[in-house]
């Protein structure tokens, strides 16, 4: 049994959130600003008290930055620890800001303008690692290595087309957040605690203030969603499901095995043990750090389920899942961009695994079918063909041609000459591996970068 005065400790501390929603600090502040600044406006207080009430507030803010800002628990969360060092501040004149607004429209609004601001820093962090990722394509584009279904060598294709493949995710990743920062961008002040207020209020004039495109439609609404959280939370366990997709082709490309590339020094970390090793470390903790991306997700879905409207102090809960899976995703980011951008690509060890291996068998099937073989047929003849050479421990290039045609008359000399570079050029289609497809692609990447960098 804990004691009473445990007890007591743990009561006071279970609602309190200063602790993680101080970070809303900034926000609160600009829209208790712009909340001033439209109640003046409209004779709802006198600019005097507004005046009085914004200048405060910009001390408070700079006594926060500067690190001097006593938080105080008992207060329980930012807006009453500002409110009351308001007070402090300006005495009675504080007491009327809180007017014609209540706490549940106040915390909604800060939320959306930070996850705002959070969504211009991870598309700026998205846009980084994609640059990486396209000038990697670029200084290797005649890189050539096996690409795997399976985890099996299956057919040549290149590197630089590998790099693209995940370009194009983290395009759609910040499509996504696009659509989140759209749906937060919704100014909700003016709701009160659920249905509105009866003051002249001019919600407009608040939205325009702080930089929102529209206002909200339903009081009710305004005050309960979460949505827009639920959206950021969605694209951040998409885009760190990507990028753990990343991680793990690193963290197996840096191997012995592989050997395709070496992670630079600064992203990876010695053994403790066995002098010899250099750890992928940030890789693995990015493929790790997913799981709790996924988990912030989980917890806020599971958070909003079954809650009437409108406001629930379970809503409190919101904020430190959301938080993390900001810090964890912008943080991920900004170090793939910088370890992508660093990591050396060793092309001959690319080149060498797709030549030693039977990745051209398909090509074999293709050109029999150019023959007129079916192409069922042609599976079957190139199946037998590489069972005699894996049987012999040779590779295609290592038979000769009476060899091959004991398996189809069709093969003449130029078969011999199909080569992991012949294989790749032959892919020529919109979205193949060809060497004219991937310098389009590297061009029409960096247009498409460039057309980012100034919008
Ligand atoms: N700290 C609260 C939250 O984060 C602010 C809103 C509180 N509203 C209320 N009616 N208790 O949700």
Redesign the pocket.
């Known amino acids: 049994m804990t004691s009473l005065g445990g007890l007591r400790a743990v009561t006071s501390a279970y609602t309190v959130?200063i602790h993680y929603?101080r970070r809303l600090y900034r926000q609160d502040i600009a829209g208790s600003i712009a909340h001033a600044r439209m109640l003046a406006k409209q004779g709802i207080i006198t600019s005097e008290d507004a005046a009085a009430i914004t200048q405060g507030l910009r001390e408070i803010e700079r006594e926060i930055e500067d690190g001097k800002f006593a938080w105080r628990p008992e207060l329980?969360?930012i807006?009453m620890n500002v409110e009351n060092r308001l007070h402090e501040k300006i005495g009675d004149a504080a007491g009327r800001l809180h007017t014609a607004r209540s706490?549940?429209d106040q915390?909604a609004l800060d939320i959306r303008m930070f996850v705002k601001d959070a969504i211009g820093e991870v598309l700026a962090a998205i846009l980084d690692l994609r640059t990486s990722l396209v000038g990697q394509a670029e200084s290797n584009a005649d890189a050539v290595m096996p690409g795997y279904t399976h985890v099996q060598r299956a057919q040549p294709v290149l590197f630089a087309h590998h790099m693209l493949a995940y370009f194009e995710m983290l395009g759609r990743d910040a499509a996504r957040f696009r659509q989140a920062f759209d749906r937060a961008d919704v100014m909700p002040l003016g709701s009160g605690a659920l249905a509105g207020l009866p003051y002249p209020i001019d919600r407009e004039f608040v939205a325009r203030e702080l930089g929102f495109s529209r206002i909200s439609r339903n009081s009710m609404d305004a005050v309960a969603d979460r949505d827009f959280l639920i959206d950021f939370q969605s694209a951040a366990a998409i885009c760190m499901m990507h990028i753990s997709r990343l991680a793990e082709e690193l963290v197996l490309w840096s191997s012995d095995e592989f050997a395709f590339l070496r992670i630079s020094e600064e992203y990876t970390t010695g053994s403790s043990i066995m002098p010899q090793k250099r750890n992928p470390d940030f890789a693995e903790l990015a493929r790790g750090k997913t799981g709790r991306v996924y988990g912030g997700l989980t917890a806020l879905l599971t958070l909003m389920k079954g809650l009437p409207l409108t406001?629930n102090?379970d809503?409190?809960e919101d904020?430190e899942g959301f938080f993390d899976t900001y810090d964890t995703l912008f943080a991920t980011l900004q170090i793939f961009a910088d370890m992508v951008a660093k990591m050396s690509i060793m092309p001959y060890r690319m080149r060498e695994a797709a030549r030693g291996s039977y990745v051209l068998a398909t090509d074999i099937a293709d050109y029999l079918v150019n023959k007129g073989m079916p192409f069922r047929e042609a599976h079957g003849v190139v199946a037998r063909l590489s069972r005699y050479a894996v049987d012999r421990g040779v590779q295609f290039e290592q038979l000769s041609l009476d060899e091959y045609r004991q398996f189809s008359t069709l093969l003449d000399e130029d078969a011999l000459e199909i080569s992991v570079d012949s294989s790749v050029a032959a892919r020529d289609v919109p979205g193949g591996t060809a060497f004219t497809r991937i310098n389009q692609a590297v061009a029409d990447a960096k247009a498409e970068l460039e057309a980012e960098n100034d919008g």
Do not use: C
């Open positions: 959130s929603d329980e969360d807006h706490r549940n915390i406001y102090r809503m409190q904020k």
